[in-house]
């Protein structure tokens, strides 16, 4: 029998557990998927936005595979922090252990201000929308809610997440699982203005084209391009020719396709009213719906202060280079913002007690297998975010799983020769811990859906450890 603990429960750990479920080579295999959290799915409950519900029901694929008789589900059980299991102690306890923990800080944007009250990182503003325990106290509905003018900073997929729900209107929000306290806090937002801002061109930004239309289908909000600034980008030089006629991958083609669209109907070479106004082209005065105006070329360096909150966004006007790169201008553009957001990518977190490369942010391996000193460790492995760095969608987790296992599996007969510990639940809670397991988890669920059903909606999340614990351990629901 084969032993393994996968630490990480969202979609590359259990792509992990999957995938040694599926496998043949080792017929008799046991998993136990550990989370701090008590609740499964990391990013997919946690990051992916509530009003992408398809997506969101990708957990009930993942749910089949936690259910698989062969695999206990162990919430509530950190490993390597202060309160939790040391991977030294675990290794103990299994043949093998995954580590699946993702990519969970935010990446530093390395400008004067960046802390200024009013900026965040869009990893807590995600994590507030998304009801994650850790967040604590709400910033968001306090305060910063109150701008009307907003900066998101980066043109990945996650700055069009963070753009989507300031510029959506709440009432449609209303029938997704997000947590009362932002329901509210966006219901009474006074953002009209959202700007997303790359420091790069539009064919070097990140966005998929799917994500991107979406903007353009918000009730009530309406989308600015600038078409100088599109014209700038050499891959738009000769806008007739597209597509086709240049070299570019097809996500960029349509991506600027779609831009394109925007730009013709912003107005093409309209006066800037754009605070700072370099070229912006607004729309009619008279709009009062919500305009999301998407900007290139701009590079933030400083974010500009005033009463002791961020007032705005002081950028340098960029160019192309020549080489997917940009240079400086010499020229700047502000851009008035008392809400700035900055989307410029994740980081995993160093977990004590297992090797780390601060530069990528990731833990140093080979085809999955952890490596000590340069040297693989037996019986250790990593898969998804922490092992290849914060960038892919859900399903780049699989390939990236089934390699880990691969290598895992050509393991196992000499992982196997040692013990394993007889069960490794009860002495997790010899050591302390108190795991949530798998009827825990469906007890949060069921305390979720009673929750929506007294506020007259679908299931709504609990948004605080307290509460989640109180629900998961509580033996009459
Ligand atoms: C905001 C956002 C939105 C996204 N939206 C989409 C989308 O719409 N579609 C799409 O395809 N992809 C989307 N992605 C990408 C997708 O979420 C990732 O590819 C995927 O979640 C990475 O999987 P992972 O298992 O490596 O990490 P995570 O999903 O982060 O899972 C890590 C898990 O490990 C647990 N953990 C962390 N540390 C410890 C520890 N020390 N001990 C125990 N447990 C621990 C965490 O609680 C978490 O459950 C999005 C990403 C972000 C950031
Ligand atoms: N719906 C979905 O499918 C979905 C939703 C959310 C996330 N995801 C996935 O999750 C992964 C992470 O997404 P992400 O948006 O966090 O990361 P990302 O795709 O890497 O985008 C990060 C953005 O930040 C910019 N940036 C980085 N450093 C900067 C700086 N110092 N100043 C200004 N801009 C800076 C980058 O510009 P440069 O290119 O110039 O560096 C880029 O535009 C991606 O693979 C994404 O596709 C998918």
């Known amino acids: 029998m084969l032993s393994v603990a996968v630490v990480g429960s969202g979609p590359s750990g259990v792509y992990t557990a999957q995938a040694l479920l599926q496998q043949s080579l080792v017929p008799d295999v046991r998993v136990h998927v ?63 252990v995954v580590y699946c923990v993702g990519a969970s800080a935010d990446r530093a944007l390395a400008v004067p201000g960046e802390n200024l009250p009013g900026s965040y990182s869009a ?69 009209r203005e959202v700007h997303i801002v790359g420091r790069r061109g539009p064919s070097q930004a990140r966005f998929t084209t799917k994500e991107l239309r979406e903007l353009g289908a918000l009730p009530g909000a309406r989308v600015v391009v600038d078409p100088v600034e599109l014209a700038l980008d050499p891959a738009y030089a000769a806008p007739d020719d597209l ?20 730009s013709a109907g912003s107005g093409a070479g309209a006066a800037g009213a754009v605070p ?29 202060e005033r009463g002791g909150r961020v007032a705005g966004v002081r950028f340098a006007r960029t160019a192309p280079d020549g080489a997917g790169g940009v240079r400086d201008t010499g020229r700047y553009e502000d851009v008035a913002a008392q809400l700035v957001l900055r989307a410029v ?39 998804g975010w922490i092992k290849r760095g914060p960038t892919g969608v859900i399903g780049s987790n699989r390939s990236c799983a089934k390699e880990t296992v691969a290598s895992l599996l050509a393991d196992a007969a000499a992982l196997t020769r ?3 510990a007889g069960d490794p639940l009860a002495v997790l809670r010899e050591w302390g811990l108190r795991p949530v397991e798998w009827t825990g988890w469906l007890s949060i669920e069921r305390a979720e859906a009673e929750l929506g059903r007294s506020l007259g909606r679908g299931p709504v999340k609990i948004p605080d450890w307290a509460g989640l614990l109180a629900a998961a351990w509580d033996e009459n629901r």
């Open 123 to 191: 990893t807590r503003f995600v994590s507030w929308y998304s009801a994650h325990p850790d967040i604590g106290a709400d910033p968001f509905a306090r305060d910063a809610l109150g701008a009307r003018s907003a900066v998101v900073i980066g043109v990945g997929n996650v700055a069009v997440d963070v753009a989507r729900i300031l510029a959506r209107g709440a009432g449609e929000l209303r029938r997704t699982d997000v947590p009362r306290g932002a329901l509210r806090a966006l219901e009474e937002s006074r953002v």
């Open 345 to 383: 990518g994740y980081r995993g977190v160093e977990l004590p007690g297992l090797p780390f490369d601060p530069v990528n942010g990731t833990v140093p391996h080979a085809a999955g297998r952890v490596l000590r000193g340069g040297v693989p460790s037996p019986g250790e492995y990593v898969a």
């Open 34 to 96: 550990l989370d701090r959290l008590p609740t499964p799915y990391g990013l997919v409950r946690y990051g992916v936005a509530p009003d992408h519900e398809k997506i969101k029901s990708l957990q009930n694929s993942l749910r089949a595979v936690l259910e698989d008789e062969r695999v206990t589900f162990v919430g509530n059980v950190g490993v390597g922090g202060a309160d939790g299991v040391s991977p030294a102690r675990l290794a103990e306890l299994y043949h093998a």
């Open 418 to 420: 040692r013990t394993a």
């Open 276 to 304: 700072g106004g370099a070229g912006g082209a607004p729309g009619p005065a008279a709009d009062a719906g919500r305009r999301i105006r998407i900007r290139f070329f701009l590079r933030p360096v400083e974010l500009l």
């Open 243 to 262: 597509p086709g006629a240049l070299p570019l991958p097809a996500v960029v083609r349509r991506n600027l396709e779609v831009l394109r669209g925007w």
